[in-house]
């Protein structure tokens, strides 16, 4: 019983640290990120300003839906154990076990380094599905074309060359393509100024011909249509 419950413990905590990457996805910074899955579990400081971030954005708020879900289940199922450890198996090994695994999950999330690592393990694990699926939720969407022009939807994962670059470096406006906006998740810019730095995370709007933003973005369109 002992095993089941930290294995649920265990498991709980995987899927709070994966909805904690995907709000970092969208745009939020990590610090506001976890605080945000730290109220929604906690129910305490979501009504503070900030909470806008994630009812004003519609990938935020099915997040926020799916953690408010799975912090319930996951409690219930957490008492349930607790209960049933305390009636049947309630001991001094058990309660070492459980304190030793606890001291255990507190220094891995004390620990800078490791939960980075972890953080950046999963967030190539979503990005690699986001790459391979058909879905629209994919990391480019071609929403428009036109003989030849078009206008697209690409999100920027950390592998891209243009992270860290400024559009007037980028050239993308010699091969004739304009960004028309950038939505941050926290943040939109509408028609972007020269000197802004492109960010991994940026999900920019594009327009130009559909050829050349294939081949910038090293997108694999079987399909152009």
Known sequence: MILYFLLSIIIFLIVIEVITV?????????EKARFQVISLLTGSGFTTKEAELITQH?????LAQILMIVGYIGFLTGISFL????KKSLSY???TIVIVFFILVYMFFKNKFLLSYFDNFIEKIILRKQLKTKSPNKMYKLITRAKG???FNILI????SL?????KDSNLKPRNIIVLNIDKGNQFIGFPTRDYVIEKGDNILLYGKVDEIIKIFN???????
């Open 58 to 62: 519609p990938s935020r708020r099915k």
């Open 219 to 225: 997108i694999n369109c079987k399909n152009k249509n």
């Open 83 to 86: 209960v049933d450890i305390i």
């Open 163 to 167: 992270v860290g670059v400024a559009l």
């Open 149 to 151: 022009y078009g206008v």
């Open 93 to 95: 090994k058990t309660i």
């Open 22 to 30: 995907l709000f970092k996805l969208t745009g939020l910074s990590e």
């Open 157 to 160: 994962d950390e592998q891209s």
